[in-house]
């Protein structure tokens, strides 16, 4: 990372700390993680020791109270750990879970919930998609119903990460039929609530994840649960989304570059025709082209980090980093696939789990066409 966004002291002092946590803690277990479909939950504590759980939030609460620049530094680490399902895992705690509650929070909320996500003794998932509803959001149709000072919830939500780990799920659900885009409140639901259950989901990839279909029959949660105002959850998880967008561009630019790092060396121990495979032309042209797509994906990744960094709107950039790094990623994983010919597939290779992982980039958390279809309206169209 050579910009001058992550190049004070401080900055240098976090790398060294996540990537010694990644190294010593991720990368050893990364198969264990696959083979059990999650990571160990007492990692969530360790890294709530080291700080890395609640790094732009509220000292009041825990937080550091840092900016987007620290969480760029951390994910991008993070994504060097081989397992880009416990990659996802950490991140959808710390990035696309907790925002709302940390914006829009009541302190009570904040203090019950946030405090206990960011010393790590909490897990939480985000819980939007629906079987028959995903790309369109405001489709869903998980009810939350007054009832005096509860809310009373039925419904179904699907692809959740987190699922089997989490303490508790940050839930949009349908407030107001009849109210359209005000129609709509997040709200905190524990997991061990009366009314929930789960069943985990068999991926393709990103084992080292735990992903679940929820179920919720006449789950009672208090009102004072919702975060942020009634009938603005929509809204508000927009806004989320744009945290989630970001550190999925920035968790899959550090995976890229640690698998185009061991491709290269993979490239000049293997020997076809007498010659190491980094001696043939067609190899050096294609890691050539990578490493500019890798490049590619950092400068709109970073111009997403300065512009959030200077308090200003980041939408339209963060749309075209998502759009831009999930594919370059795929494209990664694909040729270094093809470099590496039949070990390529083997499940241990890095090679073939990053060709199934990085799968999920341009389909999660708002696919390529939801993008498009927001940068095309944003040009006029
Ligand atoms: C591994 C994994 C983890 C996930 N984790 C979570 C999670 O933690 N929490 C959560 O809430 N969700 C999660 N998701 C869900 C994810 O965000 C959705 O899968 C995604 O938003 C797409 O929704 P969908 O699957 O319903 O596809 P659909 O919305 O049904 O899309 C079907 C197709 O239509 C295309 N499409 C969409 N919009 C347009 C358009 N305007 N014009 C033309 N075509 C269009 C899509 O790109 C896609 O190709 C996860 C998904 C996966 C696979």
Known sequence: MSSDLYSTPEHEAFRDTVRRFTEDELRPRARDFD????IDKSLFKKMGDLGMLGLRYDPAYGGAGLDWSFSAVMHEELGRSDNAGATLAISVHTEMATPSLAQF?????????????????????????????GS??????????RDGEDWIINGSKIYITNAANADWLCLLAVTDPEAGYSGFSQIIV??????????LLDKIGLWGSDTGQFFFEDLRVPVAHTIGEIGRGFQQQMMQFQHERLVACISQLGASELLWEETKKWTQERVLFGKPLSKMQNTQFKMAHLWTQITAARALNDACVRSLVAGEEATTMITMAKLFSCNAALEVATECLQLHGGYGLMKESMAGRAFVDTRVGTIGGGSDETMLHYLAKQLGF
């Open 35 to 38: 083979a059990a479909g999650r």
């Open 105 to 133: 929070g009541s302190q009570e909320l904040k203090r019950d919930f946030l405090a206990p996500a960011i010393t790590g003794e909490t897990v939480s998932a985000i819980a939007v998609t629906e079987p028959d509803a």
């Open 136 to 145: 369109d959001v405001s489709a869903i149709q998980t009810r939350a119903v």
């Open 190 to 199: 524990p997991t061990d609530l009366a009314g929930l259950r789960y069943d």
